[in-house]
């Protein structure tokens, strides 16, 4: 088991990289997003290129995002149902969920995304817009993201094994307020305050 933990490390830390660079993205496609539309006021011209490549790096933040969403336990659940749950059977639902769902559907999308990738790629597929990009960098997020996908799937399975044979801490236990719960209190906060100034 230890051997698999370090392969989990490993990967963990692969997908955290990836992420951070898709966040990183996600301020570029702000950027070109800005200068693009200050550029359109200003001199009254724009470029195909420049809002094509605003949807590559959305569909790249999405694409490469979707396995750091899965480390970071940021992915859409019904709470409500699973909190009522003992932490095995969360558990085991999840390794369900993984084994039943996760992997066909990433193996489904990397077999349908590739031949998609592989045809844009040798023909030179581009965009009909004029001064449009090739269409095969982003046809080529598609099984990458899918790969990335099922490899942090695999990670995750590797964590939840671990805890069920007690190898290692739940992954699914909150280590604190989320992120949004953080926000709330912020804002609970702020308002607080502002409502103590007016008095």
């Given at each position: 088991m230890s051997l698999l933990l370090k392969l989990s490390r490993l990967i963990d830390a692969l997908t955290n990289l990836i992420g951070k660079l898709a966040m990183w993205m996600i301020l570029a496609t702000t950027l070109i997003s800005a200068g693009n539309a200050i550029i359109r006021k200003l001199f009254g011209t724009s470029s195909n290129a420049w809002l094509e490549i605003q949807w590559y790096l959305f569909a790249a933040v999405f694409m490469l995002g979707s396995g750091y969403a899965f480390l970071r336990n940021a992915h859409v659940r019904i709470d409500f149902i699973s909190s009522r749950f003992s932490a095995?059977?969360?558990?085991?639902?999840?390794?369900?969920?993984?084994?039943?769902?996760?992997?066909?559907?990433?193996?489904?999308?990397?077999?349908?995304?590739?031949?998609?990738?592989?045809?844009?790629?040798?023909?030179?597929?581009?965009?009909?817009?004029?001064?449009?990009?090739?269409?095969?960098?982003?046809?080529?997020?598609?099984?990458?993201?899918?790969?990335?996908?099922?490899?942090?799937?695999?990670?995750?399975?590797?964590?939840?094994?671990?805890?069920?044979?007690?190898?290692?801490?739940?992954?699914?236990?909150?280590?604190?307020?989320?992120?949004?719960?953080?926000?709330?209190?912020?804002?609970?906060?702020?308002?607080?305050?502002?409502?103590?100034?007016?008095?």
């Open positions: 095995r059977t969360r558990n085991w639902i999840d390794v369900g969920g993984i084994l039943v769902f996760v992997f066909p559907l990433c193996y489904l999308l990397i077999s349908l995304g590739m031949p998609l990738f592989l045809n844009a790629w040798n023909s030179g597929e581009t965009s009909s817009n004029a001064g449009g990009l090739l269409r095969w960098p982003v046809y080529a997020l598609i099984p990458m993201g899918f790969f990335l996908l099922f490899v942090q799937s695999i990670s995750e399975l590797i964590k939840r094994f671990a805890f069920l044979t007690g190898n290692g801490p739940d992954p699914l236990a909150h280590d604190g307020p989320s992120d949004e719960e953080l926000l709330a209190q912020q804002l609970l906060e702020e308002e607080a305050l502002r409502l103590k100034g007016a008095n």
